[in-house]
């Protein structure tokens, strides 16, 4: 989901830009960089990229100034860590702003909703199922995959209303109403596209999914 131009008065656009900038700042200084010394893994990082920057560009338009797709974030999210998705996302949403495919002056509520978000809830799911359920390789597919998906898709959307709710755009009705008829359907197409994807990666490219430790999930046998 991404906001239009106009989406938001100024003085919320004002205070997105405010609490991004010093987030984003700790994000790149604080991302694990060293995971892309691999030259295999720093292309999958910019292919990730892109890959975000397609799909974002394929949406759904409701008014007022509302785009709906999907995220994929919690599939980057889980390849190389929340900071790295987030910086991605960031890299991303800049090639559809430049594309025309998002506001410029929304962009800071956009990166928080569609990259910081979704990615920091992804990650959440992963570090509370590694601490509470068994090292089984089916959660991490389905739980930190699948599972983490959905819900970061679910955060995406109940955080947007939200904004344009409190943001006294009179738009909040209108865009509740909609939410009713696609939301649980984007919330699980999510679960399954990352699932599917993630699952693929773990199998044919495990290297490139750093949050997968085989030793945790794929045992050698005795």
Request: glycine residues 10%; charged residues 10%.
């Amino acid at each position: 989901m991404n906001l239009g131009a106009g989406a938001l008065p100024v003085p919320w656009l004002a205070a997105t830009w405010l609490l991004l900038i010093p987030l984003l700042a700790g994000l790149i200084l604080r991302a694990p960089w060293t995971r892309l010394r691999e030259p295999g893994r720093r292309h999958a990082f910019l292919g990730a990229t892109v890959s975000l920057m397609l799909l974002w560009g394929l949406h759904t338009d409701l008014p007022p100034h509302l785009h709906l797709h999907y995220l994929g974030i919690a599939t980057v999210a889980l390849m190389f860590g929340w900071r790295l998705a987030a910086v991605a996302a960031a890299a991303a949403l800049v090639g559809i702003s430049l594309n025309g495919e998002a506001g410029w002056s929304a962009f800071a509520a956009n990166l928080l909703l569609m990259g910081v978000l979704p990615a920091w809830v992804t990650c959440a799911v992963r570090r509370l199922a590694e601490r509470r359920l068994a090292p089984n390789l089916f959660v991490y597919l389905y739980v930190c995959g699948a599972f983490g998906a959905a819900l970061s898709m679910a955060a995406c959307l109940l955080a947007g209303a939200a904004l344009l709710g409190a943001g006294g755009t009179g738009a909040f009705v209108q865009v509740l109403g909609a939410y009713l008829v696609p939301a649980p359907f984007l919330i699980v197409t999510e679960a399954v596209l990352n699932g599917m994807v993630i699952t693929g990666l773990v199998i044919y490219r495990p290297e490139w999914v750093t949050t997968f430790d085989r030793n945790r999930y794929l045992p050698p046998r005795s």
